[in-house]
């Protein structure tokens, strides 16, 4: 038997707020909090084997960014991509963003980016759990 999921816990960028009382193909299903602050229902399944774990406004900013599509005007977790400050570090253009939570400017390397690795802006992120690992190169 898996263990039960409990209020709190992580799976991505989600956390476990509460069970909405329904099943999904008999599967309990949770109301997930994503680092953006969006809540999102999702069955217990979907949250152990992974096809649940952002929110569909997340995943769609994460998915722009692998493609190399245009990102700037666009938020993800804590962030919005602001404008390409037209330098580079260690060959990764730095955008300019904004902290959805303190308003302060930032700049941030596309790579942290499109690894999930920018969650809010610096100050801010030192008071939120670290991103976990996405598995994206
Ligand atoms: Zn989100
Ligand atoms: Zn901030």
Redesign the pocket.
């Known amino acids: 038997m898996a263990q039960m999921i409990e209020a709190g816990q992580r799976f991505k960028w989600f956390t476990t707020v509460r069970k909405t009382g329904r099943t999904y193909r008999n599967s309990p299903e949770w109301v997930c909090r994503c680092t953006c602050g969006r809540e999102v229902n999702a069955p217990e399944f979907a949250l152990r084997n992974g096809q649940a774990g952002c929110c569909y406004p997340c995943a769609e900013t994460m998915q722009i960014m692998r493609a190399g599509g245009k990102i700037e005007g666009r938020s993800v977790q804590?962030i919005t991509i602001m404008k390409d400050t037209g330098t580079t570090q260690n060959r990764s253009k730095i955008y300019e963003c904004k902290?959805?939570?303190?308003?302060?400017l930032?700049p941030a390397r596309f790579v942290d980016l499109r690894k999930g690795q920018v969650v809010?802006?610096?100050?801010?992120?030192k008071k939120l759990p670290p991103p976990p690992d996405l598995g994206i190169r």
């Open positions: 804590q902290c959805n939570l303190c308003g302060n930032f809010a802006c610096p100050e801010c992120a």
